[in-house]
C-alpha cells in the first residue's frame, strides 16, 4: 500500500525548446494547466522567454528539496534552469506567482567557464547545506569531463567545483547522491563537441560515448571508482532508491538499451549487473541495419515499488515491477509513437519482441511525432506524464517531423496494484500549436517536487 500523500499536481513546469527548428526564438519555460476540473486543463497558461537565443533548456531542479525538510527557513520557490549548449544558468522565481513564473537570476556561461572550467551543465540537485550542485558534460571547449558547479543557495552566485582531487572522469551527465553511504553515483552521455551536431554512428567503437558509473565519496568528493557497463552503452539517468538507507538503484543505459541495477557490496564498494535488456529490432529503412529502443530515461515510483523507462526509438513506455530490485518484472507497456508503427519508413524484419509492427500512435485526431522520452510520475504514482522530445540535435536527426509539428505532453494512467499502462485519451498537451510556432518541450517538474528530484537525507 502507498503511504504517500501529496496534493494532486494542477500545474507543471516545462522547458520548451527553439533551438534547432529554425525559428528564431528563444527558449522558453512553460506552465501547463494538468488539472481536469480547470477550463483551461491541458492548456500553458504561461511562458516565460529566456532573454537569449540558442540556450538548450533540458533539465531543472529546486533550490531546495527534501534534503532540506525540517528547515522552516527554506522554502521551494526558485527553479534552477541550465542550459545545456549555452551553459547558462537560469533561476527562475516561482514563489511570488506559481502559474506565472518570473526570471530571477541570470548566471552568465563565461562564469561557469572561469570559475569552474567546466562547460554543458546538466542535472540540478539542492544539497542539505543549501547549495545547488550542477552536473556538467564537459569542459569549455566541449571536451569530455565530468565535473559539478556549485551555487550559492542564496544568491545564487558560482562558489567554484564541488570536486576535489586531480581524478576527474572522462565524461558526465546526470548524478544522485546517497549520504547515509557516503556515495554520489554520476554518469556519462558523450563528448559535447561530438554529441552538439546530432548523432554520427561513426563516433561509436571511437570512445565518444559514455561507459561508466563514477562513484564519489560523499564527504572527501573525491572520485574513487569506475564502474563499466558496456562501450558505448551510453548510461543516462541514474536513480537511487528513494528509501534515504538503501544501497542501490538503477541506470538507464541509452544506446545499448540496457537498465542496469547498482548496489554497494559488503566490502563497501560498488557493482552493476544488468538486469533488463531491450532488444534491438532488426530493421530495414533505418541509419542502421539494427534499431535499439533507446532507453533515454527512467524512473522509480515514491514508494520503490516500480520502475518506468521510455524506449525513444521503439516507441514504448514499461513499468517494471522491482519488489525483488534483482528481478524486475515487465507488468506495464504502452506504444505511443517511435520509429517502427506501421505504413511508416522502417520495415522490421527481425523482432524479438513484437508478433508484428505496432499501429501508429493517434490521440485526438492527432497522430503523434517522435517516440516517448522524459517522463515524470504523480506524487500518488497513478498518472505517468509522458513527452516525445530528447534534444534538438537529435530530434532533428532522428524525427524531423517533431521539428516540423512540434512535440507533446501525454499522460498514462497507471496500475499501482496489479501493475498496467494505459494513455488517457482525455490528456493532450500539443506543443505544435505555441503562438512561437511548434516548439521541443522537455523535462516535467511539479511545484512541490516529484520523484526524480528529491533526495531524502
Same mark, same amino acid.
Given at each position: 500500500?502507498?503511504?504517500?500523500?501529496?496534493?494532486?499536481?494542477?500545474?507543471?513546469?516545462?522547458?520548451?525548446?527553439?533551438?534547432?527548428?529554425?525559428?528564431?526564438?528563444?527558449?522558453?519555460?512553460?506552465?501547463?494547466?494538468?488539472?481536469?476540473?480547470?477550463?483551461?486543463?491541458?492548456?500553458?497558461?504561461?511562458?516565460?522567454?529566456?532573454?537569449?537565443?540558442?540556450?538548450?533548456?533540458?533539465?531543472?531542479?529546486?533550490?531546495?528539496?527534501?534534503?532540506?525538510?525540517?528547515?522552516?527557513?527554506?522554502?521551494?520557490?526558485?527553479?534552477?534552469?541550465?542550459?545545456?549548449?549555452?551553459?547558462?544558468?537560469?533561476?527562475?522565481?516561482?514563489?511570488?506567482?506559481?502559474?506565472?513564473?518570473?526570471?530571477?537570476?541570470?548566471?552568465?556561461?563565461?562564469?561557469?567557464?572561469?570559475?569552474?572550467?567546466?562547460?554543458?551543465?546538466?542535472?540540478?540537485?539542492?544539497?542539505?547545506?543549501?547549495?545547488?550542485?550542477?552536473?556538467?558534460?564537459?569542459?569549455?571547449?566541449?571536451?569530455?569531463?565530468?565535473?559539478?558547479?556549485?551555487?550559492?543557495?542564496?544568491?545564487?552566485?558560482?562558489?567554484?567545483?564541488?570536486?576535489?582531487?586531480?581524478?576527474?572522469?572522462?565524461?558526465?551527465?546526470?548524478?544522485?547522491?546517497?549520504?547515509?553511504?557516503?556515495?554520489?553515483?554520476?554518469?556519462?552521455?558523450?563528448?559535447?563537441?561530438?554529441?552538439?551536431?546530432?548523432?554520427?554512428?561513426?563516433?561509436?567503437?571511437?570512445?565518444?560515448?559514455?561507459?561508466?558509473?563514477?562513484?564519489?565519496?560523499?564527504?572527501?568528493?573525491?572520485?574513487?571508482?569506475?564502474?563499466?557497463?558496456?562501450?558505448?552503452?551510453?548510461? @543516462?539517468?541514474? #536513480? /537511487? =532508491?528513494?528509501?534515504?538507507?538503501?544501497?542501490? +538503484?538503477? $541506470?538507464?543505459?541509452?544506446?545499448? !538499451?540496457?537498465?542496469?541495477?547498482?548496489?554497494?557490496?559488503?566490502?563497501?564498494?560498488?557493482?552493476?549487473?544488468?538486469?533488463?535488456?531491450?532488444?534491438?529490432?532488426?530493421?530495414?529503412?533505418?541509419?542502421?541495419?539494427?534499431?535499439?529502443?533507446?532507453?533515454?530515461?527512467?524512473?522509480?515510483? @515514491?514508494?520503490? #515499488? /516500480? =520502475?518506468?523507462?521510455?524506449?525513444?526509438?521503439? +516507441?514504448? $513506455?514499461?513499468?517494471?515491477?522491482? !519488489?525483488?530490485?534483482?528481478?524486475?518484472?515487465?507488468?506495464?507497456?504502452?506504444?505511443?509513437?517511435?520509429?517502427?508503427?506501421?505504413?511508416?519508413?522502417?520495415?522490421?524484419?527481425?523482432?524479438?519482441?513484437?508478433?508484428?509492427?505496432?499501429?501508429?500512435?493517434?490521440?485526438?485526431?492527432?497522430?503523434?511525432?517522435?517516440?516517448?522520452?522524459?517522463?515524470?510520475?504523480?506524487?500518488? +504514482?497513478?498518472?505517468?506524464?509522458?513527452?516525445? !522530445?530528447?534534444?534538438?540535435?537529435?530530434?532533428?536527426?532522428?524525427?524531423?517531423?517533431?521539428?516540423?509539428?512540434?512535440?507533446?505532453?501525454?499522460?498514462?494512467?497507471?496500475?499501482?496494484?496489479?501493475?498496467?499502462?494505459?494513455?488517457?485519451?482525455?490528456?493532450?498537451?500539443?506543443?505544435?500549436?505555441?503562438?512561437?510556432?511548434?516548439?521541443?518541450?522537455?523535462?516535467?517538474?511539479?511545484?512541490?517536487?516529484?520523484?526524480?528530484?528529491?533526495?531524502?537525507?
Amino acid at each position: 500500500v502507498s503511504v504517500l500523500k501529496g496534493p494532486r499536481e494542477e500545474i507543471v513546469y516545462v522547458p520548451c525548446i527553439y533551438r534547432n527548428t529554425g525559428r528564431n526564438k528563444p527558449d522558453f519555460l512553460a506552465t501547463v494547466d494538468v488539472n481536469p476540473k480547470s477550463p483551461h486543463y491541458c492548456q500553458v497558461i504561461h511562458r516565460l522567454p529566456m532573454p537569449n537565443l540558442g540556450d538548450e533548456l533540458h533539465h531543472s531542479g529546486w533550490n531546495a528539496c527534501s534534503s532540506c525538510f525540517g528547515d522552516a527557513t527554506k522554502k521551494r520557490n526558485r527553479l534552477i534552469l541550465p542550459s545545456l549548449i549555452s551553459s547558462r544558468i537560469y533561476v527562475v522565481d516561482v514563489g511570488t506567482d506559481l502559474r506565472a513564473p518570473r526570471l530571477f537570476k541570470v548566471v552568465n556561461s563565461e562564469d561557469v567557464f572561469w570559475k569552474c572550467n567546466l562547460g554543458y551543465p546538466h542535472t540540478s540537485h539542492c544539497l542539505g547545506s543549501g547549495e545547488i550542485m550542477i552536473s556538467t558534460l564537459g569542459d569549455p571547449a566541449g571536451n569530455g569531463k565530468g565535473g559539478f558547479i556549485l551555487l550559492d543557495g542564496e544568491t545564487f552566485e558560482i562558489k567554484g567545483n564541488w570536486e576535489k582531487g586531480d581524478k576527474s572522469p572522462p565524461m558526465g551527465y546526470d548524478f544522485w547522491y546517497q549520504p547515509r553511504h557516503n556515495v554520489l553515483i554520476s554518469t556519462e552521455w558523450g563528448v559535447p563537441k561530438c554529441l552538439g551536431y546530432g548523432f554520427d554512428p561513426n563516433d561509436l567503437k571511437k570512445g565518444r560515448y559514455g561507459r561508466r558509473l563514477n562513484v564519489w565519496d560523499w564527504t572527501a568528493r573525491t572520485y574513487v571508482q569506475a564502474i563499466d557497463v558496456g562501450e558505448d552503452a551510453a548510461p @543516462l539517468e541514474i #536513480r /537511487f =532508491l528513494h528509501n534515504p538507507d538503501a544501497a542501490e +538503484g538503477y $541506470v538507464g543505459c541509452t544506446i545499448s !538499451s540496457a537498465i542496469h541495477h547498482f548496489y554497494k557490496t559488503e566490502r563497501g564498494d560498488w557493482v552493476a549487473e544488468k538486469v533488463i535488456q531491450v532488444p534491438s529490432k532488426k530493421v530495414e529503412g533505418w541509419l542502421l541495419p539494427e534499431m535499439p529502443g533507446f532507453i533515454t530515461d527512467i524512473l522509480i515510483s @515514491l514508494d520503490d #515499488r /516500480f =520502475l518506468y523507462f521510455s524506449n525513444w526509438l521503439h +516507441g514504448d $513506455v514499461r513499468q517494471y515491477d522491482i !519488489s525483488d530490485t534483482r528481478r524486475p518484472r515487465l507488468v506495464g507497456q504502452v506504444f505511443v509513437g517511435g520509429s517502427i508503427a506501421k505504413g511508416g519508413p522502417v520495415a522490421v524484419c527481425g523482432d524479438e519482441e513484437l508478433q508484428s509492427q505496432p499501429d501508429p500512435f493517434v490521440i485526438q485526431g492527432k497522430r503523434v511525432p517522435g517516440g516517448p522520452q522524459m517522463i515524470q510520475l504523480s506524487l500518488d +504514482g497513478k498518472r505517468l506524464y509522458v513527452t516525445t !522530445s530528447l534534444y534538438s540535435a537529435w530530434d532533428q536527426q532522428f524525427y524531423p517531423q517533431l521539428i516540423r509539428d512540434g512535440s507533446v505532453m501525454l499522460q498514462l494512467d497507471v496500475d499501482t496494484e496489479n501493475g498496467s499502462l494505459a494513455v488517457n485519451e482525455n490528456f493532450l498537451v500539443d506543443f505544435g500549436k505555441e503562438p512561437g510556432g511548434p516548439c521541443l518541450a522537455h523535462e516535467i517538474r511539479y511545484p512541490g517536487g516529484d520523484c526524480t528530484s528529491d533526495i531524502w537525507v
